[in-house]
């Protein structure tokens, strides 16, 4: 039963039918929020024995005391795990604090201030500094590049990949410095950069010749059913290609141990390393090697994060099955909505009539769910169809999420019957 199927009177029927089950939606005084992929109570129980980590022996593995200064680069034991993780050479990753967000500041700030071993000066100094933004995106990445000035330009993401052709085409200008990527389970949409695709990225050619691809490989054990999908070598690829410093690689175990106190990483060409510790070094004597010999410790090896990320998909995994039968089951007959149906990560992709977005959520708001705002996806916050909402089910529990996720679908349902009843 499709709008366009119906009549103005039966459109009319049901909205009011929609509207009704809205007003009890909001008697029902709901506290709910599916705004920010954060892990579960349930899943930071997973890994309380780092709490008591990493016991009477702070030595790591080349003897030297964890609880001192220095090791910029980081403990070598994590770093073995990650460097297989990331596909890159141990001894071109850095591992450091909690937040792999702070890497890529430090990485654009410094790119910005000193220049990249490739730059003919410091961005800052450059006419204009351009990103290239596949969406729907990271909010959190556009809102790094905004605040430095940096313009963003959006091109589709695709399943395999951005729209290369776009990408081609804007990479000629010699403004465009980098490209940001959540090359495995995207952030929203659950995409994955193919092979071909990662290495027509690192074959690009660019008018820019320090141009970055900033790989965020946020979700790259964060599976949801058995097959373990393969993220693409993009640092052999760039170097394969001759560009060896293109690819600066990202990591965390925020969403593998504790979101609040993890360890993150970073991996790239040998002389991208040398330029990110002698401009890091300036701003700090060494990360927390406590935490990161706990975590060397507890993980042990990478079939021992594989283990614990299968903890997190037992507990995951009927979390998005829920979200994906609700939508199927209230949006799906209606042709109001499309949406992804990811193999990891956190997040599930919601495309809804065009223009009704800002209204699904701010309906949603009013019902007592908390939903990104819309746009969020898109660089300055800016949808320009006004559709898309990216809907994070890892934080509630599974009664709370079928509950938001049955009055999000009233919600989308009621503001599309408004748009089809509103005079042209």
């Not at 009539?353 to 007592?368: H, K």
Request: charge should be negative; hydrophobic fraction near 40%.
């Amino acid at each position: 039963m499709t709008f366009d199927s119906l009549t103005r009177d039966q459109v009319q029927a049901f909205h009011d039918e929609q509207l009704d089950a809205y007003r009890t939606l909001q008697k029902a005084g709901l506290k709910l929020d599916l705004t920010r992929g954060k892990p579960s109570p349930e899943q930071l129980d997973l890994s309380t024995e780092l709490l008591s980590l990493p016991g009477d022996d702070y030595k790591d593995s080349k003897g030297t005391d964890t609880r001192n200064y220095g090791g910029l680069n980081g403990l070598p034991e994590l770093r073995e795990i990650f460097a297989e993780i990331m596909q890159v050479p141990v001894d071109q990753v850095v591992a450091g604090d909690n937040a792999s967000l702070a890497m890529m500041h430090d990485t654009v700030v410094f790119s910005l201030l000193r220049g990249t071993p490739d730059s003919p000066r410091p961005w800052v100094d450059e006419d204009e500094v351009t990103f290239i933004c596949p969406v729907p995106g990271y909010d959190r990445h556009f809102a790094l590049t905004e605040r430095y000035g940096i313009r963003m330009v959006p091109v589709e993401m695709h399943d395999d990949g951005p729209d290369m052709a776009a990408v081609r085409e804007l990479a000629a200008d010699p403004s465009v410095r980098g490209i940001w990527l959540v090359p495995t389970y995207g952030n929203p949409s659950g995409a994955v950069v193919s092979e071909a695709v990662a290495a027509e990225l690192a074959a690009l050619e660019t008018a820019a010749p320090d141009f970055r691809i900033l790989w965020d490989n946020a979700y790259a054990v964060h599976h949801l059913t058995e097959e373990r999908t393969k993220t693409a070598d993009i640092v052999g690829l760039c170097a394969a290609s001759g560009n060896p410093n293109r690819a600066i690689v990202f990591a965390s175990t925020s969403k593998i141990t504790f979101a609040g106190s993890g360890v993150c990483f970073l991996g790239s060409s040998a002389e991208n390393i040398e330029w990110y510790l002698g401009n890091l070094g300036k701003r700090t004597i060494g990360p927390d090697k406590v935490n990161q010999l706990s975590h060397a410790r507890y993980l042990g090896d990478v079939e021992g994060v594989h283990r614990l990320m299968n903890k997190h998909r037992e507990i995951l995994a009927p979390k998005f099955e829920a979200v994906l039968t609700i939508l199927r089951e209230r949006l799906g007959p209606h042709d109001v909505a499309t949406w992804s149906e990811p193999k990891g990560g956190y997040f599930v992709s919601l495309d809804v009539v065009d223009g009704t977005a800002s209204r699904v959520v701010e309906l949603c708001g009013e019902a007592g769910i908390a939903m990104t705002p819309a746009g969020a996806s898109f660089p300055y916050g800016q949808d320009p169809r006004n559709r898309n909402i990216r809907i994070a089910p890892s934080f509630p529990s599974l009664d709370e999420l079928t509950t938001a996720m049955d009055g999000l679908a009233t919600c989308v349902l009621l503001a599309a019957a408004e748009q089809h009843l509103a005079p042209e």
